[in-house]
């Protein structure tokens, strides 16, 4: 049984496709991240970055507890028979890479983005578009690979997929403006939309 604790957040709900795409148990632990639970002494003991998502793996052998999204990702694909993690060193090597620029641009951009919008105030114009530019740009990185593959790391779908699709739904649906001129990125999105796990996780 793994212990799962998140949010409803972008980097939680990656986490959580995954663990509904591999149809493996997990106990639910919500985190309020408004009243910062997060910050607890108990979610430190955890995560010393305090931040979501975490999960405890309790394996036979003890307990193993993993923070930051991506690392999780990794864990339970390898895991679990490297499911969702490709076939091969060089289809790996390019799940690795799109997850890393998710993680270093993706969401970086489009977190910041969001906050320019909906949570900075006073509103500072020069942040905003500064991070509008960037998030445009990143926009069409992703447009260009899924003009060329069916998947960010080529043909099959993977945990470079599930890590980057939350933010870009988050995108399509507060700031559908930005992802205009990305129509392969919207059919990547529709097309994962439709998994059922990606709705359990999505939820």
């Avoid at 864990?75 to 490297?82: I, M, N, P, R």
């Avoid at 390019?94 to 993680?103: A, L, N, P, S």
């Avoid at 997929?161 to 403006?177: F, H, N, Q, R, S």
């Amino acid at each position: 049984m793994i212990d799962f604790y998140t949010a409803h957040t972008p980097n939680g709900r990656k986490v959580w496709i995954l663990l509904e795409e591999l149809g493996i148990p997990y106990k639910l632990h919500e985190i309020d991240l408004k009243k910062n639970e997060q910050k607890t002494p108990e979610f430190l003991a955890m995560n010393p970055n305090g931040r979501i998502p975490v999960i405890v793996d309790n394996t036979p052998v003890g307990p193993v507890t993993i923070f930051e999204s991506a690392a999780i990702l990794y864990y339970l694909s390898s895991k679990y028979e490297g499911r969702f993690f490709g076939y091969g060193l060089d289809e790996r090597a390019h799940v690795m890479e799109w997850m890393m620029f998710q993680m270093s641009a993706v969401g970086p951009n489009f977190g910041n983005l969001n906050y320019g919008h909906n949570s900075m105030d006073p509103k500072v114009p020069a942040f905003i578009e500064r991070f509008d530019k960037e998030s445009r740009r990143i926009v069409g990185v992703l447009e260009t690979q899924l003009g060329k593959n069916d998947y960010l790391a080529g043909g099959n779908y993977t945990i470079a997929d599930i890590c980057t699709y939350p933010w870009v739904a988050a995108m399509l649906e507060k700031m559908p403006d930005v992802m205009s001129g990305a129509p392969k990125l919207k059919q990547w999105a529709q097309k994962i939309s439709e998994r059922p796990a990606v709705q359990k996780g999505m939820a």
